[in-house]
């Protein structure tokens, strides 16, 4: 196709999906003209195929390219077809306008609707997400949600050495900012032109709601301070959430943890994680019912999960502020040297909660789950962090997504596992492999099962698959036990034994 057509069969897009009417169409054909250096335009009178965005825009791009409008790597691309995004994108006002005219109606259709807007602008990339590997693997705590994640481009040598010459601004000051709305980006930091939020008030405060770019479960939003101040979990944290839940009662909702190690990669603004999902650690049962001594009213218990959970219910949100706020207060000053738990070491603080809260039943509902930042000789990122024998499948911290358990394994395991499965077809040894020598351990621990159905097995693609199930099964109990390196009381009696201790505290005094 043409330019002249593609720019055609956008404009076209854009009235399908709400971005643009009548009215501005010929404004916005005169913005595309602009941006491709053109000074004419034919009008194309038919119908065009229902293609997804991205490929007209690669299309776009194609050409951009062709005319040297922009050079051909991951980067440029990106900024280019955000670029192009941006000229059909709504301004601010009208989508914020939108979002509360639904919220009128169903607090549930003004999400769907800005949700399908932000797929729509290609803020979120569905082409990119499909791309990401799932399955789900049944434990000794239930099903564990697994994904590798490949939405996100690796860099391009030439965008490295650029944003390596270029000057930062420092504006916005993260990628969490409000200043993001409608920013065109550089090569350190993502174009934004097709981004909108949306404002609330939480807890008193500003608050803007969004979703994630690279979403890794349904309706994966994310609500941060209008102020770029730092993450912080305290009684205003748990009042806030339970704003966003009677806002939003359809959504679950968290807090990483306000320290390192155990807090997510952006501690340096203040924001939760939210979305329409279901997690695995939400479907686990309680294992264990304790009572509270000051909140009667709320059913409290311990989780039946890899981490440490503590889990309160109740029909009304203060008792569950209230009864959050004084186990955080318990725990921040706990130490247990029996179970190695230690408050703080040389004045450096250790304990901290990740919060999440959801509904259930027409209840509110929290799960408090404890966690330890810690470091030791032997376990210098961490003792309560993935130890160094799973740094093969997974070293990165262990955060509020992931403590509710769905994986997000690094993109890399696609190639690996991929190469571990044909080694074996082939009955080669992993430990003569460069790239597979660190899994050789990991995978003489369950081999035995393959070699079961081996004997027993005929045809290469049935044995093929029958392996990669294995694989993939292997995978998901080996993500349980890291979340247990995770879990500051481990599920041994005498680990039992000490929550409740920790559970004792909490009604003391």
Not at 117 to 132: C, E, L, Q
Not at 365 to 379: A, G, H
Not at 396 to 419: C, F, M
Request: aromatic share 10%; glycine share 6%; proline share 5%.
């Amino acid at each position: 196709m043409t330019i002249n057509e593609l720019i055609n069969e956008l404009i076209s897009y854009g009235k399908d999906n709400r971005l643009i009417d009548a009215a501005d169409e010929i404004y916005c054909i005169n913005r595309l003209l602009e941006l491709f250096g053109l000074d004419s335009f034919t009008p194309v009178n038919r119908e065009f195929p229902q293609r997804a965005v991205q490929e007209i825009l690669d299309d776009m791009m194609r050409w951009a390219t062709a005319e040297n409008l922009l050079e051909d790597t991951a980067a440029q691309k990106d900024l280019f077809d955000t670029k192009i995004m941006g000229l059909l994108t709504p301004p601010p006002s009208m989508i914020r306008r939108r979002f509360a005219e639904d919220y009128r109606l169903s607090p549930k259709m003004a999400t769907d609707n800005y949700y399908a807007f932000s797929k729509a602008t290609n803020y979120i990339r569905t082409g990119r997400i499909a791309k990401d590997e799932r399955w789900v693997t049944d434990t000794g705590y239930g099903p564990i949600d697994i994904s590798i994640n490949l939405s996100k481009p690796e860099k391009d040598p030439r965008d490295i050495a650029k944003a390596g010459r270029a000057k930062n601004s420092g504006y916005p000051a993260c990628l969490l900012c409000l200043e993001n709305e409608g920013y065109a980006g550089h090569l350190s930091h993502p174009a934004r032109q097709n981004h909108r939020v949306i404002p609330m008030v939480l807890g008193g405060e500003p608050y803007y709601l969004q979703y994630s770019p690279y979403v890794y479960y349904n309706e994966h939003c994310i609500v941060f301070n209008e102020k770029h101040t730092p993450m912080k979990i305290d009684h205003s944290t748990f009042v806030k959430l339970f704003d966003f839940l009677r806002l939003f009662p359809h959504y679950t909702v968290g807090s990483n943890a306000d320290l390192p190690i155990v807090g997510g990669s952006i501690l340096s603004h203040d924001h939760f994680q939210g979305g329409r999902c279901t997690f695995p650690m939400a479907r686990a049962e309680i294992e264990e019912n304790f009572a509270l001594k000051n909140h009667p009213q709320i059913t409290a218990g311990i989780v039946k999960w890899p981490m440490s959970v503590i889990r309160l219910q109740s029909e009304d949100v203060d008792p569950l502020i209230a009864a959050s706020d004084e186990i955080l207060a318990k725990w921040r000053g706990y130490t247990d040297a029996a179970a190695y738990i230690f408050a703080e070491t040389d004045g450096v603080p250790h304990n901290t909660i990740t919060p999440i809260v959801r509904m259930r039943d027409g209840k509110y509902e929290i799960d408090l789950v404890l966690r330890n930042n810690i470091t030791t000789k032997d376990c210098p990122m961490g003792l309560y962090h993935p130890h160094s024998e799973y740094h093969h499948i997974k070293k990165e911290n262990i955060g509020l997504i992931e403590v509710q358990g769905l994986a997000i394994l690094p993109a890399r395991l696609k190639k690996e596992l991929a190469g571990i499965k044909a080694a074996i077809l082939a009955h080669k040894d992993l430990r003569a492999d460069e790239m597979l020598e660190k899994h050789a351990s990991w995978t003489e621990r369950w081999l035995h099962r393959f070699q079961e159905i081996e004997k027993d097995t005929a045809g290469h693609d049935l044995l093929a698959a029958k392996l990669d199930e294995i694989i993939k099964d292997e995978v998901g109990h080996y993500f349980a036990e890291i979340l247990a390196c995770a879990g500051v009381y481990k599920r041994t009696s005498e680990g039992k034994e000490a929550f409740r201790r920790f559970i004792h505290e909490c009604n003391a005094g």
